[in-house]
């Protein structure tokens, strides 16, 4: 359920999964109590405020709009209701790390190659490669997938590169890596180079200059090799009024200033889920747009579609996830098995809050899945430690 793979598989193992955890909740009061810790309850109240705050709203009210958004969260719950141990979680995340290696070497023959062969089509040329799409119809979602593996290869390769699952993890991280850069998605690219440093700064003081310069080689190779990638990269400082110029920037812009005035005028209630296109055509600021389906940015979509109050509960979620993550972090020891998962969570969270500022992952199934998966297995892991039901594996750590 929290492989990288096509969204149909996806939802038919996420409904077998929550028939799972509700057998869990009704036996199992140790999992009731791990179901009711952590973020769950700022989950449940931002749910519950971006779905009744837009019923006051002048626009209809699309409650299944807003359902088919918002069940990709049952991917949290799932993980920290069935991740009962910490041996379980590692395993997950191995499991994930590896499905995502092969679609990453998938990505990479799209790129060179320009056809996806599952799907029987050409791919859009970029430089001197191609768009890949991994498994996915969209570039983007498989850039947003790609972060979430990254950000989890890292973190492991950083716990430890000893032994044959140390290279393993190596490997796994420039694979992924490599995959992540072919979608050419510059949120995702963004929010990878944030996590990364974020990763670097975590290490012991001794591997942070060579993880440093590790990662300033890798931009310096990615850049030479894919020149595509450059004039991708250039392309996000375009911002100008060009009316049929794909190299601009400004319907980015225009679709952030046009959120705004929805989100002005409705503060409170938002415009309501499924209602872009209907406020897009009464709030729109003039000029060219090559797209008009949604805000082009995950916090001012959840400000518009659910008003100002929705969107600080969603930051709250966010805010108590991070504290919570750190303080656990900060009272394990070097070496302890769930310290890299720890790490893990912090990077994923912090790498999709910044891809989100540019681009609506939130909304996007596939990468929402990957993202709540691994911020419940985070939060299962923290639960966990605080029980004191820790693995007591270690490993040859630079975090």
């Not at 049929?244 to 046009?258: F, S, V, Y």
């Amino acid at each position: 359920m929290s492989l990288p793979i096509g969204l149909a598989l996806v939802n038919i193992s996420l409904a077998f999964a929550v028939l799972l955890v509700i057998r869990r909740l009704i036996l199992d009061p140790a999992s009731r109590k791990r179901f009711l810790s952590g973020i769950t309850i700022p989950i449940l109240i931002w749910l519950a405020l971006s779905l009744i705050l837009p019923y006051f709203s002048q626009f209809t009210f699309k409650p299944n709009n807003w359902a088919n958004e918002r069940v990709v969260v049952l991917c949290y719950v799932v993980a920290l209701v069935l991740i009962d141990n910490v041996r379980l979680a590692v395993k997950s995340l191995w499991a994930i790390i590896i499905s995502g290696g092969v679609m990453s070497l998938y990505a990479i023959f799209q790129y060179f190659y320009g056809y996806d062969v599952i799907r029987g089509i050409e791919l859009e040329h970029m430089g001197n490669g191609h768009f890949a799409l991994g498994l996915f119809s969209w570039h983007l979602t498989w850039g947003g997938v790609a972060l979430v593996l990254v950000m989890i290869s890292l973190a492991r390769m950083f716990y430890s590169v000893k032994g044959k699952w140390g290279v393993t993890a190596i490997g796994l991280a420039l694979l992924n890596g490599i995959g992540m850069i072919t979608s050419f998605g510059r949120s995702a690219i963004l929010g990878g180079g944030v996590g990364l440093l974020l990763l670097i700064t975590l290490l012991r003081k001794k591997y942070r200059y060579y993880a440093l310069g590790g990662a300033v080689i890798a931009v310096v190779l990615a850049v030479f090799f894919m020149p595509g990638l450059s004039d991708r990269l250039m392309k996000s400082v375009n911002v100008g009024q060009g009316i049929t110029d794909d190299w601009n920037e400004g319907t980015r812009m225009r679709l952030w200033q046009t959120s705004l005035v929805m989100i002005q005028n409705h503060p409170v209630t938002g415009i309501g889920w499924g209602n872009f296109g209907v406020g897009f055509s009464i709030y729109k600021v003039p000029g060219y747009y090559h797209t008009e389906c949604h805000s082009h940015s995950d916090i001012l979509q959840e400000a518009a579609f659910g008003g100002i109050p929705t969107v600080i509960a969603y930051a709250a979620v966010w805010v108590l996830f991070l504290v919570l993550v750190v303080r656990a972090y900060r009272k394990t020891a070097v070496g302890d098995q769930e310290r890299w998962i720890l790490q893990m969570g912090m990077a994923v969270a912090v790498a999709f809050l910044v891809a989100g500022i540019f681009q609506c992952y939130l909304t996007d199934d596939e990468v929402g899945n990957m993202v709540w998966y691994t911020l419940g297995l985070t939060m299962a892991v923290v639960h966990l430690r605080k029980m004191g039901l820790s693995t007591g594996l270690t490993g040859e750590p630079c975090a």
